[in-house]
């Protein structure tokens, strides 16, 4: 795991459009799983303004990380939506090479085995962008999910849905479940890049970071994965033990290399 910190969201989305300029260049067909949320967002805004400048995304094929049970089809709230909304409805995906979770399915745990075939057959996932809950979950892999799950339905606790209520219009209409990939799902892709930024956080970061693997962290499973990234602002890594040795890693570290 690579633990990168950096002054602010800016640097933060640079770094990370960088690593998946490089895989776009490298292969033009590329596999992405795109994350919602806050985190990523200037990341996607990164990625708009290098698709003017010439960034073909016309092969790229893009997996979505969950989606919520029960939204209407074209509810500005449902990931599905924010997605196309944010980022692939802004540069020249075609929208058939966009697939989500069904969250609107008659047989949920069909449609679960559905999404994962449909991961399998595009060839695994190239690069996953992540964000990082305050309670440590990634996807919507609450704290006590097993850290070998797959693509299933899952209740959201209270605090997610408090904190997702600023994308609807009050807490009530939060959906109360989701169908998100699993964490074993997550790891088979062969790049995660981790986005946190904020001091709430912090306590967060450090568990996925320096604390033991454990189902009361989701987001710690990501120490088995051979290839992750963690993008970092000052604040979100102010707990990191290791903070210190993190930027000395990142700052001496062949250019060649890369993330």
């Known amino acids: 795991m690579e633990v990168v910190i950096l ?13 998946i300029e490089a895989l776009l260049r490298n292969k033009p067909d590329a596999v992405l799983g795109l994350a919602t949320g806050s985190s990523p967002l200037p990341v996607y805004e990164e990625l708009e303004r290098r698709h003017r400048r010439g960034l073909d995304f016309s092969r790229v094929r ?12 074209g509810h500005p709230g449902s ?11 802004r540069v020249n ?18 449609a679960c085995r559905a ?6 057959a595009a060839g695994g996932v190239d690069l996953q962008l992540l964000g990082l809950g305050t309670d440590g979950h990634i996807g919507f892999n609450e704290p006590g999910s097993s850290l ?20 609807f219009s009050n807490l009530a209409e939060v959906p109360h479940h989701v169908i998100t990939q699993g ?11 981790l986005l946190a930024t904020g001091a709430q956080k912090a306590q967060a970061v450090r568990d996925l970071v320096e604390g033991p693997v454990a189902a009361i962290c989701p987001a710690s499973v990501l120490q088995l994965h ?6 970092l602002d000052e604040a979100a890594a102010s707990s990191l033990r290791l903070a210190d040795y993190y930027r000395h890693s990142y700052d001496s570290k062949p250019r060649w290399q890369g993330l």
């Open 226 to 231: 051979p290839h992750v990234t963690v993008l």
């Open 148 to 167: 070998a799950s797959r693509t299933r339905i899952k209740t959201l606790v209270e605090q997610t849905r408090r904190d997702n209520a600023r994308f």
């Open 115 to 120: 999404f994962e075939e449909a991961i399998r």
């Open 62 to 73: 893009a997996f979505a990380l969950d989606e919520y049970v029960g939204l209407p089809p």
């Open 183 to 193: 964490l074993g799902t997550i790891l088979e892709a062969r790049h995660v890049i």
């Open 93 to 110: 995906i075609r929208p058939e090479n966009v697939h989500g979770p069904d969250g609107e399915a008659a047989d949920v745990p069909a």
């Open 7 to 19: 002054p602010g969201a800016k640097p933060i989305a640079a770094l990370a459009a960088d690593a």
């Open 79 to 89: 990931y599905r939506e924010v997605i196309r909304r944010e980022f692939t409805g």
